[in-house]
């Protein structure tokens, strides 16, 4: 449904988006993970046909965004992430208004509105003045302007930010119930967000794409194995390294041991337990009772926070070397 | 057509909403009855000392209240014209409604026809407003109603081509005060432009005087119209709807 190619987006002093390659396939919902600055809202608008991207390609429901942006925009409900509302309309009217720009018209735009208005819950406040509405109310009217023309993708910016905790539950909820109809790329920063209502994750930092997986695997590699890194030192002379493995394999609850490197007298391993098992406290006395020094020993990778942050740092690290 | 008047339609409708287009209609109706009176009461006593010295005036209302009424209206109009633009697109940028015009299925200039004309619309109001004191007029005696027409044609034609400059000068700016103050310095210097012809005759003179807007109108408050002016306020309007759309387009390349 969206297809993105070697998209790359240059300021006139930096680059927002480098080169960042993904697809996002019909129905399915896509949460765009990235730190403050990493190029998502710059993603998104260039996918509404806000801006044109500097280099590579991007289709929308096979059209693209440079040649023909009427068709995409047309296929496309945007949600900015300050929800575009003129304050001196009542709700009912803007939508109207919004209805009347994107091309609808007459009793099916009646019903469109009623139909929106119910789903996002905006109903009771429907001759209200906009400028006069909560903020949650406001992102909800955000989110039925965005609907409106039941578009095939929607495109939400920070759909949650700046909501209570009871709002942010209602439009997740909602966001989940409009996924089947509608192919869904929604930004945040809230990594349980991802969790709840996406299928699939885009980590995106310094403008590029650092992982893409489903949110079932990365939180398989949350809840389920643990993965532990060792680092294992002689006191005297050179270790033996199968020993040190076999030794390591014996814990209880290791699934898989992994050589990863020897540095000196000091070899490195990643340990993966079985499921659910926590082996940290077996690895360091087998260690120790086998007359080995241990080093190091930390988990790699428990949570997608871990993951997030593993994955947007070093990637900020690399950036500040070059 | 029809996204120019769905855009036209929320503009005329967010100029009612606010308190600025009864503020611009209470402001106008003010001065342009203070002109109507000075003109009609200026006309009234030529007229009676006409009688009274017995030598005859040509008592032409046309000449001696529509026209200076008219001329009035046009420079009173470069005041109204940067408070009726200035908000038209920085306030759509400032709170990023833009972003919601743009990603809809509706091309740039349907967007900018739809803003400029309900400026125009707006503008037209304020002006009708003043028609009230003209309809008194022909109440009470038998004035010329052609060339009023066309000292009306002439207000909107010079309305629309500074209300094109203030469109484009609205689009280049998020903040309203800056697009308004702007908008009113052009249409001051495109106002006094023509007095470098009193004291120059150079070539360059006769350009400079030619740029001038009022020069232009002058000829449309005597009820002649003259193509040169007519082209003049046209590529004026053209001129300001092409630069908008540029400005409108290079937001897309830079933001």
Redesign the interface.
């Given at each position: 449904m969206i297809k993105v190619e070697h998209l790359t987006k240059r300021y006139a002093r930096n680059v927002a988006v480098n080169d960042i390659s993904f697809e996002v396939e019909k129905g399915q919902i896509v949460g765009f993970l990235g730190p403050n600055g990493a190029g998502k809202t710059t993603t998104m608008r260039i996918l509404t046909c806000f801006m044109p991207p500097s280099d590579g390609s991007a289709q929308v429901a096979g059209f693209d965004v440079i040649q023909s942006p009427m068709e995409v925009k047309r296929r496309v409900g945007y949600l900015p992430e300050t929800p575009p509302l003129y304050p001196e309309m009542e709700v009912s009217e803007y939508l109207l208004f919004v209805g009347k720009l994107k091309g609808l018209g007459g009793n099916e735009l009646k019903r469109r509105v009623d139909d929106v208005a119910g789903r996002c819950a905006v109903g009771d406040v429907r001759n209200k003045l906009i400028s006069k509405l909560s903020k949650g109310y406001r992102q909800r009217v955000g989110l039925a302007q965005a609907i409106l023309h039941n578009p095939e993708v929607l495109i939400l910016d920070e759909p949650t930010s700046g909501l209570d905790p009871k709002q942010i539950i209602e439009t997740r909820e909602l966001i989940q119930q409009l996924s089947g109809d509608h192919t869904i790329i929604l930004s945040t920063h809230i990594l349980p967000e991802v969790e709840q209502i996406c299928q699939k994750v885009i980590i995106i930092a310094q403008g590029k794409v650092v992982a893409t997986d489903s949110v079932h695997n990365l939180t398989n590699r949350m809840r389920g194995s643990e993965t532990v890194n060792v680092e294992v030192e002689s006191r005297n002379g050179p270790l033996e390294l199968t020993s040190v493995q076999q030794r390591l394999e014996q814990v209880a609850g290791v699934s898989r041991v992994l050589h990863k490197e020897t540095r000196d007298s000091r070899l490195t391993f990643e340990v993966e337990s079985l499921q659910g098992r926590v082996i940290r406290p077996e690895i360091a006395r087998a260690v120790v009772e086998s007359g080995w020094n241990l080093n190091e020993l930390h988990t790699a990778a428990i949570s997608l926070e871990e993951i997030f942050l593993q994955l947007t740092s070093v990637d900020a690290a690399k950036e500040a070397k070059q | 057509m029809?996204?120019i008047l769905?855009i036209a339609a929320?503009e005329i409708?967010?100029y009612f909403?606010?308190p600025i287009a009864y503020g611009l209609m209470a402001f106008f109706a003010l001065i342009a009855g203070y002109f109507f009176w000075f003109s009609t009461a200026f006309f009234v006593q030529r007229g009676m000392e006409s009688q009274m010295t017995g030598r005859s005036f040509p008592m032409d209302v046309n000449e001696w209240v529509i026209r200076p009424v008219l001329s009035n209206i046009s420079v009173i109009g470069l005041f109204l014209i940067p408070m009726i633009t200035m908000r038209l697109f920085a306030e759509e940028k400032r709170?990023?409604?833009?972003?919601?015009?743009?990603?809809?299925?509706?091309?740039d200039w349907e967007i900018i026809l739809g803003k400029w004309l309900a400026a125009l619309l707006m503008y037209a109001a304020i002006l009708a407003v003043a028609l009230v004191n003209m309809l008194i007029l022909f109440a009470y005696g038998s004035p010329d109603w052609k060339p009023m027409l066309i000292g009306y044609l002439g207000l909107l034609l010079q309305g629309g081509a500074l209300l094109a400059l203030g469109t484009f000068i609205s689009n280049t700016t998020r903040n309203q005060i800056v697009a308004g103050v702007a908008t009113f310095a052009i249409c001051l210097l495109l106002w006094v432009l023509d007095w470098v012809t009193s004291f120059e005759t150079a070539a360059w003179a006769k350009v400079v005087g030619y740029m001038s807007v009022l020069t232009h109108f002058e000829p449309f408050s005597k009820g002649v119209i003259d193509t040169k002016d007519v082209v003049f306020y046209l590529s004026l309007i053209f001129l300001g709807l092409f630069l908008t759309a540029r400005s409108l387009e290079s937001l897309?390349?830079?933001?």
């Open positions: - | 029809k996204n769905v929320k409708n967010s909403r606010s709170s990023g409604t833009i972003e919601l015009l743009v990603t809809s299925p509706i091309r897309r390349w830079r933001s």
